[in-house]
């Protein structure tokens, strides 16, 4: 094979996967990143960015190599991806990507769905930006929305703040000063925040708007109109433009849309390229009420549409026909979005009459009257465009191009963005007319025509523009209405005159009567003329509003002829010569002819917008003071009383002029102080908003044009001549406005000063020195001075101003002065006097250019540093403190960085810069360091200034070296002050770390904080180590919190690596490295310098070192878990054991795993280590071990409850809690205990397992006295605190107890147990009479519910789970399960496999092999198990309703059965039943159910083999029970359904399909099998008694049948009583007949009981004898008296529940006998029972059977067994049953069976803890086989 060598290829993507099939081979998924580092024939080597430490090799076909970028950072290389931008969004997109998943699975659909259309569209971007087509304008705009919409993304998915520069570029923590960073991320922050905000908010504005916005002071709206669609039939001009409805006027100027005939631009070029910018629009505009676009609609033809065409006809009349108007005020507003490709229809509302003035038309339809449009009008595109023209076009190239038409403001913009914006625009409206119609019969069809003349009346070419997007013309006709008195045009056009013509044109109007006849219209000639001039006689020009001008009549070559009408008065309300009244007269001294109209009106307005045309007398008189010289002063005093906006329009020539008359009279002061006060007030309003884009042209003049070579003398002197005015407190009132404008003053003396220098080779320097110098000793004397009023206005300005004359001073002026001056400048001020200005002012100076001088530094911060210290111990000004010192300490980062870097160039040279650095940097360490930080513990943790405080101080760290530490330290004068300053900052440290005053999202800033405390915290520890361990030094309290904070550190949650995702976690460890492995090295290092004073940390420290222990750190671990066998070793030497240790261990580890600390690989290595660390200590070996051993169970079930604690199926939760209180009961950590018992209440009530919570706060009931003792272990609970002592608790949890006993409602018994407790405590104890009453209704309820409430009887399930891949507390374990009400097996098998959703249902219900319990899978087997009833010795043998006992069947058991029928030997196919066996299964669980759980572990199996025959014993037992319970259930209730008895009893007399036991003789009773089984004869013989007792029941059963029987079923009854009487026949016949006794209930209203207690040991085991004794009689019941029947209620209740009074209580099952012997049974089996061959049993038999045996197996005292009679005579038949008797029969048979009888265990009243609480013993259930 070929060797592997490096690779060009440095990064790839995997295309498909790859598994990993061999040992070297790396495992890739689709998508996966990797680095390559070497290939060979078609193979990569290299690893995976999700995990750099697996390296393998992998396919090069697998791979699609990206480019990359290679950065090596010591002996690792770095790879990233060739474009930056794109990188991030793969990464950002992987991350997304997990979250997407999470979100969809949580079923958070909204979010889900905002999260994959922000991944859509950041893949789509992520292909424009790979596809390296798009120009730099749309590059740089996407680059935005990307960050953008990355960032937005991050802050809703809650993932960390990414910072940027203003590229979009992320910072890099290692080349950005913590200053910089917290900035950053606060910048960030609150951007996110606003754009949330406006997300979330209807009120807000559009996306976009609210940024670009608020940001640009100009704003543009693009109009693209796609399509006009109008039956005109003619050529057709559109004219487009922005409308006021408010104001009722048009603000922008038209653009202008001529359209053929043919329904296309008349300029096909313009097809799909009609585009306009309303540009100039302010932010004035955006907030009018209402805004609208508008489109006038001129036809160009005929008078008339309707008029045929004929060359008779006049054409070219420009004719009004429609209007369009849309409402945009919602897109400049921003509240809906602007996008290019919507198009928008705006309708035409044509015109309806001959008096319809288009602008009328617009008023009406933007008030909402309607006006049918006929389905006609124009499409659009509108878009809201933010920036200057230039800057529209550079960030819209495809939508603004050289063709786009430019449609401006009428008038100036709010801010004039192009300074140098030459503009000499003049527009023109045509208001109105009114016109007489003279000698005509009609109005005339008035056409104005304008044009531009000069003074000779020629006509200038091509001046007047219609508006955007049309060519210039020479003349513009109006739009003619058709025989109107009263004209209205409302016409707007543009007049664009040379600027050097203007003073020598005027506009004229002449007006002509239109006719629609053409041979007419051509004779018409002008009947009126007007004019006005552009320049007023004074030199400006003619003012902006309406003018009335005068109409001229007369001769129409006159009218035309310039020299005939300009000597004659324009306007009406113009000063001209007075005119003569009359209709029509003359102007004296005009020509003959030409005469003005008094009828006839016209009004026109105009408004100039020009930068080189004034309509001001005073400006215009500075601009020429050359022409007037003795109005110069006048003139310069005027210029303030200018309008700003004609001044900055001629800027350059204001200040042209002023320094020409500044340098003309340079031998003079005359006008120095004018011109000094005329610079200032321009310059002033350079600094207006509206003008400040000036700021660029006034430094470019200063820059370019400015020459005045001397300027900088008298500057210099006025202005330190002001200062010193001021300063010696007389009057200055133009000193504020002075110190405004300092700046741009300076700037004019420093050019002033250059150019002097330039041209004279440097002359006069010194003297320059000293002015400077001057103005600077008269500044700093100002400042001393204490005086108020002005004098403090002056001071606060030049606070505010003097920092911006820095950058220019500095070039200038000496390092050393001009510090020495700023030092002065701020001290002089006296200390309270201005502080924030006086801060404000400092910050300035700090950012400014000479601060960043070493000199001037050192000098200013002499003055700063004292000023900072003693304002932020106050507390005062810290906003602007903070300010100052982030400035500040900025400044020493870039400067350190920059003596680093000329380090690396010029060592010698570097090494001194980064000297005098440090020495700033340590200056600032030992004022501010301490004083910061004690601001920080000061402030409250809410305070926003605390963050700030803290980056402050992190920046100093970050700024500080070792010798920085090592002499800050050294420093303090005495330890004492020493240990008060480390115990300060460990405090402060450990309380930033644990509640950090960052967002968890500004992960750098943490990270980086972390860093810098991280190294104060080792620099520290060397301190402690040196001066603060030995002997008398040591100080404990100072050590502690040396381990606490380093502890803290540690375990922090941004340093928990494994906690975040990958990407995350790779970007951590390549900036800053694991943290955690350094301090932990430190706290092992520190640890073990301790040496004998580790004892005083035992075991205050046991619960910190367990927790840096317990992070998921595999070396840290390592190197950390050793310190614990340290302490066992340190203590036990001490103490002879580890107690303090274990204890605290123990307690500590509960809460540190349930918090989600520790793993399986924590608790091998914890044991590992620590034995092998005992084994080498013998002393220790055994308790060590023991130890380790302990832990190591704790351990795992911690783990493992604490892995299904959080499940969604709290099942499993249950089970591992249930072991926990186990543990901690065995272990005797009785609080532990305690604490688990309430969790798994609250679990059990959460579910509803209202039974099972009661029997948890029963085991902690069992552990309280009824004693005034204070509880010893605290209790959850809200009320617990007003439980004090133990008779408190005790009666409290009783009561919730028997609560939640009453809410299961399966378990009614044991409530009346404790009602019974209580009962004792308030009758005998506590004699409440009041509580016992209450307690006494309570308990009466109780027994009424289990009589009258129906409990149904639950099902119970075996469940096993087999294999490895099961929690430890389940694997290959059987479990017994409770069912719930009414379940299916379905369901609960389905509610089973829920939690493991890969695991295998086993079908069969065997033990699985070996092979499935080693597998590492799941599988789940799951059957129906039956209760299996115990003895139980008060329910034997006595009529107790079933309501009572079928609670015991299956409640209180903890044996449960599982039968398997299987054939053995030959098949019969006629008799099943003859091979077919049983194979019982009975488990046994460790507690009985119902107890704290719903399932309980089995602890044992035992499996018997039951045979046929003993199987058909058990089916006749079950069939003659059930016959008997629905005898005793219809006697019971004779409203019953008659059905099921039908069913049953006709199955038994009459069977179909099973033969009967017809079966069972056939198969057991023929000679052969008894033959071949003779040691089954003695089950034969029970099998045939159990049929011959089965003819009783069948007779009762079908005598209540026939009572019940409708008349429909009689046939079926009579059909069932002859098979009946048939099968008595034979049954009598062959086994006897049978008679069945019956008692009657004494209790009144309640039917009679029908009891049969055959005996199957005396059948079984009878003599030959046949003579049947005697069988006694039941003697007569005698009369009794209300007492006894009271009493013998009583008793009759205590037999069941047993008595009131006793302690200590006892369960159900562990009752006395009752003790009313008289009411046993007058005779029992044994004496009513005769064996088979009529002979008497042995008289040991009779004795047993006449004596209770151990078990208690005597009869009810209530009912009598039954006798058997001859076969031929049938017994009377008896009323009701009595199960009680027949249960009795079954237990004396299977005792007898057994060979032994059970005994009734013992009670146990101990409360210890060392004994499980084990719920009482249960009954066992035989009838549900």
Request: proline share 5%; aromatic share 8%; glycine share 6%.
């Amino acid at each position: 094979m070929a060797p592997w060598l490096p690779t060009k290829e440095k990064y790839g993507v995997a295309v498909w996967n790859f598994p990993r099939t061999k040992e070297h081979h790396l495992p890739l998924q689709i998508g996966e990143m990797v680095h390559i580092l070497q290939a060979s024939e078609g193979w990569y080597c290299g690893y995976s960015l999700r995990n750099r430490a697996a390296r393998g090799i992998f396919p090069a076909s697998l791979i699609r190599l990206k480019g990359a970028a290679v950065e090596q950072r010591g002996v690792e290389e770095s790879v990233e991806e060739s474009s930056s931008m794109v990188q991030e969004i793969t990464t950002t997109l992987r991350e997304w990507a997990t979250i997407w998943k999470q979100l969809y699975v949580a079923g958070q659909t909204e979010r889900y769905g905002q999260v994959k259309q922000m991944m859509q569209e950041l893949m789509e971007q992520r292909s424009q930006l790979l596809s390296g087509t798009l120009p730099k304008d749309q590059l740089l705009r996407l680059r935005k929305e990307v960050t953008g919409k990355m960032d937005y993304g991050n802050k809703i998915l809650a993932l960390d703040l990414v910072v940027r520069d203003e590229d979009e570029n992320i910072l890099d923590p290692d080349r950005t000063s913590v200053i910089s960073l917290f900035q950053a991320h606060r910048r960030a922050a609150q951007t996110l925040t606003q754009r949330i905000q406006e997300e979330t908010s209807p009120q807000q504005t559009a996306p976009g708007h609210g940024t670009h916005g608020a940001a640009s002071p100009s704003h543009n709206l693009y109009l693209c109109v796609r399509n006009f669609v109008c039956h005109i039939g003619e050529e057709a001009q559109l004219f487009m433009a922005l409308y006021d409805p408010g104001e009722q006027r048009i603000i922008s100027e038209n653009y202008v849309i001529r359209w053929a005939s043919t329904g296309v631009p008349q300029d096909i070029e313009l097809l799909n390229n009609l585009k306009v910018v309303f540009t100039d629009l302010g932010s004035t505009d955006l907030k009018r009420e209402r805004l609208f676009l508008v489109c006038q609609i001129i036809r160009v033809g005929r008078m008339d549409l309707r008029d045929s065409h004929s060359r008779k006809l006049s054409t070219g009349l420009r004719r009004p026909f429609g209007i369009s108007v849309m409402d945009i005020t919602d897109i400049t507003k921003g509240t809906c979005d602007s996008d290019e490709d919507k198009q928008h229809f705006i309708p035409v509302h044509l015109v309806a009459a001959d008096g319809d003035f288009l602008h009328n038309m617009i008023r009406k339809v933007v008030e909402g009257k309607d006006i049918n449009h006929k389905g006609q009008g124009l499409w659009v595109s509108l878009k809201m465009l933010w920036g200057d023209l230039s800057q529209v076009r550079k960030d819209h190239p495809h939508l603004v191009d050289r063709s786009t038409a430019v449609a401006r403001k009428l008038g100036y913009p709010e801010v004039i963005m192009q300074a140098g914006d030459v503009r000499n625009d003049i527009y023109l409206t045509l208001v109105q007319g009114e016109f007489d119609k003279g000698n005509k019969k009609t109005q005339k069809n008035v056409e104005v025509t304008v044009c531009v003349c000069d003074e000779a009346g020629n006509v200038m070419q091509n001046v007047i523009q219609a508006g955007a997007g049309d060519s210039p013309t020479s003349h513009y006709r109006s739009v003619v209405y058709y025989q109107q008195r009263h004209q209205r045009w409302m016409e707007t056009l543009k007049i664009a005159v040379p600027i050097e013509d203007v003073h020598r044109t005027h506009l004229r109007f002449t007006f002509r009567h239109r006719s629609s006849s053409d041979s007419k219209d051509r004779s018409e000639r002008i009947f009126s003329m007007a004019f006005v001039r552009l320049m007023r006689p004074d030199g400006t020009t003619l003012r902006d509003g309406e003018h009335d001008l005068v109409l001229y009549k007369g001769d129409s070559k006159k009218l035309e002829d310039a020299s005939t009408y300009l000597s004659l008065p324009s306007e009406r309300n113009a000063p001209e010569p007075k005119l003569l009244s009359g209709s029509s007269f003359r102007v004296s001294g005009a020509t003959p002819g030409l005469a003005m109209s008094t009828r006839d009106s016209f009004q026109i307005s105009t408004l100039v917008c020009s930068t080189k045309l004034t309509q001001n007398v005073n400006l215009l008189g500075l601009l020429k003071w050359r022409s007037k010289p003795s109005l110069l002063s006048g003139n310069l005093q005027k210029l303030m009383n200018v309008d700003g906006g004609e001044v900055i329009k001629f800027l350059q020539d204001t200040l042209d002029a002023l320094f020409s008359i500044m340098m003309e009279h340079s031998e003079t002061d005359v006008y120095d102080t004018l011109v000094f006060d005329a610079l200032v007030f321009i310059v002033g309003l350079v600094a207006d908003r509206k003008f400040q884009h000036f700021n660029t042209v006034l430094e470019a003049y200063i820059r370019q044009h400015f020459s005045a070579t001397l300027a900088y003398k008298k500057l210099l002197s006025v202005l330190t001549q002001y200062v010193e005015q001021a300063g010696r407190g007389e009057p200055c009132e133009s000193l504020p406005r002075t110190f405004k404008a300092l700046e741009y003053i300076f700037k004019f003396i420093v050019r002033s000063r250059h150019l002097f220098a330039q041209l004279y080779e440097g002359k006069e320097v010194a003297e320059f020195q000293r002015s400077l110098q001057r103005f600077f000793l008269a500044l700093n004397q100002l400042m001393g001075s204490p005086l108020e009023g002005p004098t403090l206005l002056s001071q606060g300005a030049a606070l505010k101003y003097l920092p911006f004359i820095l950058e220019d001073v500095f070039g200038i002026f000496d390092c050393s002065a001009l510090g020495a001056v700023l030092r002065d400048f701020v001290g002089n001020l006296l200390p309270q006097r201005l502080l924030k200005q006086k801060l404000q002012s400092l910050t300035h100076i700090a950012s400014s250019k000479a601060f960043q001088s070493h000199e001037c530094r050192e000098l200013v911060l002499q003055v700063v540093l004292p000023i900072l210290q003693e304002l932020i111990q106050a507390g005062e000004e810290e906003d602007a403190c903070i300010e100052l010192l982030s400035s500040i300490l900025e400044v020493l980062y870039q400067a350190q960085k920059s003596a680093e870097n000329l380090r690396a160039r010029h060592k010698d040279r570097g090494d001194v810069e980064l000297a005098r650095v440090k020495k700033h940097i340590q200056v600032i360490l030992e004022q501010l360091l301490h004083t910061v930080n004690c601001r920080v513990i000061v402030l409250e943790r809410e305070n926003p200034l605390r963050s700030h405080y803290v980056a402050c101080m992190a920046a100093i760290l970050s700024q500080m070296d070792k010798d920085h530490y090592s002499t800050y330290l050294q420093a303090f004068p005495s330890r004492p002050e020493l240990m008060d300053f480390l115990m300060e900052t460990f405090i402060l440290f450990k309380d930033l770390i644990g509640k950090t005053v960052y967002p968890g999202d500004w992960m750098v800033m943490n990270m980086v904080q972390n860093r810098e405390f991280l190294r104060a915290i080792n620099h520290f520890a060397t301190t402690l180590t040196e001066m603060f361990l030995h002997n008398s030094d040591f100080e404990l309290q100072l050590w502690n919190n040396y381990f606490h904070l380093a502890v803290a550190f540690l375990t922090q949650d941004s340093l928990q690596l494994e906690n975040f995702s990958p990407a995350k976690r790779n970007s951590i460890l390549a900036k800053y490295g694991d943290m955690r492995a350094t301090i932990g090295a430190s706290i092992r290092d520190m640890w073990y310098s301790l040496g004998q004073r580790k004892i005083e940390f035992i075991p205050g420290m046991v619960g910190p070192i367990l927790e840096m222990t317990l992070v998921p750190e595999l070396e840290l671990r390592k190197s950390t878990i050793p310190i614990f066998f340290d302490m066992m070793l340190c203590e036990h030497r001490l103490t002879g054991s580890f107690s303090r240790f274990e204890d605290e261990i123990l307690r500590r580890l509960d809460s540190e795993v349930e918090g989600g600390r520790g793993d399986e690989q924590y608790m091998q290595l914890f044991k590992s280590i620590l034995l092998s660390c005992c084994q080498s200590h013998p002393e220790l070996a055994k308790p060590g071990e023991d130890f380790v051993r302990l832990v190591s169970e704790l351990l795992e079930r911690l783990l493992d409850y604490r892995a299904v604690m959080n499940d969604e199926n709290k099942t499993y939760s249950m089970s591992c809690t249930v072991n926990l209180l186990n543990f901690y009961k065995e272990i005797d950590r009785q609080a532990m205990y305690i604490r688990y018992l309430y969790k798994l209440k609250d679990l059990h009530i959460s579910y509803e397992n209202y039974t099972e919570g009661a029997y948890t706060l029963l085991l902690h009931a069992r552990l309280l006295t009824w004693s005034e003792e204070s509880n010893a272990a605290p209790v959850p609970g809200p009320h617990s605190s007003s439980l004090h002592t133990q008779r408190q608790l005790k009666e409290a949890l009783y009561n919730q107890i028997i609560e939640y006993f009453d809410q299961g409602k399966v378990n009614v018994e044991e409530a009346i147990h404790i009602c019974k407790e209580l009962a004792e405590q308030y009758e005998s104890h506590l004699f409440d009479y009041e509580m016992l009453s209450d307690i006494l209704q309570r308990e009466a309820k109780f027994y009424e519910k289990i009589l009258k409430v129906l409990r149904p009887s639950p099902d119970y399930f075996a469940v096993g789970y087999y294999g490895q891949g099961f929690p430890t507390f389940l694997r290959n374990k059987v479990f017994i399960y409770r069912g719930k009400e009414y379940e299916r097996r379905e369901d609960f098998e389905m509610r089973l496999l829920s939690p493991f959703p890969n695991a295998e249902k086993l079908k069969s219900t065997s033990p699985p092999g070996q092979d499935i319990t080693d597998s590492p899978g799941q599988y789940i087997q799951c059957f129906t198990v039956q209760p299996a009833e115990e003895a139980r010795v008060r329910l034997r043998g006595r009529s107790i309703p079933e309501q009572i006992t079928n609670f015991y069947k299956s409640n209180h058991v903890q044996r449960f059965s599982y039968s398997r029928p299987f054939k053995r030997g030959p098949n019969d196919p006629d008799n099943e039943f003859a091979n077919m066996w049983i194979e019982r299964t009975t488990f046994r669980t460790a507690y009985p159910l119902p107890g704290i759980l719903r399932w309980f572990v089995v602890t044992s199996t035992e499996t018997i083999i039951i045979s046929p025959l003993e199987n058909a014993i058990e089916t006749m037992m079950k069939t003659n029970e059930k016959i008997m319970s629905e005898i005793n259930r219809h006697q019971n209730d004779p409203s019953l359904p008659i059905n099921p008895l039908s069913m049953l009893l006709n199955g038994i007399v009459d069977p179909a399909v099973m033969g009967g036991f017809a079966k069972y003789e056939k198969a057991f009773f023929q000679e052969p099998y008894m033959q071949e089984h003779p040691e089954d004869a003695g089950n034969i013989e029970k099998l045939k008694d159990l049929i011959a007792w089965q003819i009783p029941l069948l007779a009762e059963g079908i005598r209540i049948h026939g009572q019940k029987v409708t008349e429909d079923l009689r046939p079926f009854h009579e059909r069932m009583e002859q098979c009946f009487e048939q099968l008595r026949a034979k049954v009598e016949s062959q086994y006897g007949a049978r008679e069945m006794m019956f008692f009657e209930d004494r209790r009144s209203g309640r039917p009679r009981s029908i009891a049969w207690v055959p005996d199957w040991d005396r059948l079984s085991h009878a003599g030959a004898s046949t003579e049947a004794p005697p069988t006694p009689k039941p003697a007569p019941r005698p009369s009794e008296s209300e007492d006894q029947r009271s009493e013998r209620r009583e008793n009759r209740a205590s037999s069941i529940f047993g008595p009131r009074r006793q302690e200590p209580r006892q369960s159900i099952s562990e009752l006395p006998e009752p003790k009313d012997e008289k009411r046993r049974l007058s005779c029992n089996v044994s004496e009513s029972s005769l064996s088979a061959d009529g002979k008497q049993p042995p008289a040991s038999r009779a004795a047993a059977g006449a004596q209770p045996s151990t078990a208690g197996s005597s009869l009810s005292p209530t009912g009598f067994g039954g006798r058997v009679k001859s076969a031929s005579k049938l017994p009377p038949l008896p009323r009701k049953f009595s199960a009680a008797v027949y249960e009795t029969f079954l237990e004396q048979s299977n005792a007898a069976a057994a060979g032994k009888a059970a005994t009734s265990p013992p009670v146990d009243g101990s409360r210890s803890l060392k004994s499980p609480p084990l719920p009482p013993p249960k009954s066992k259930r035989l009838s549900q086989l």
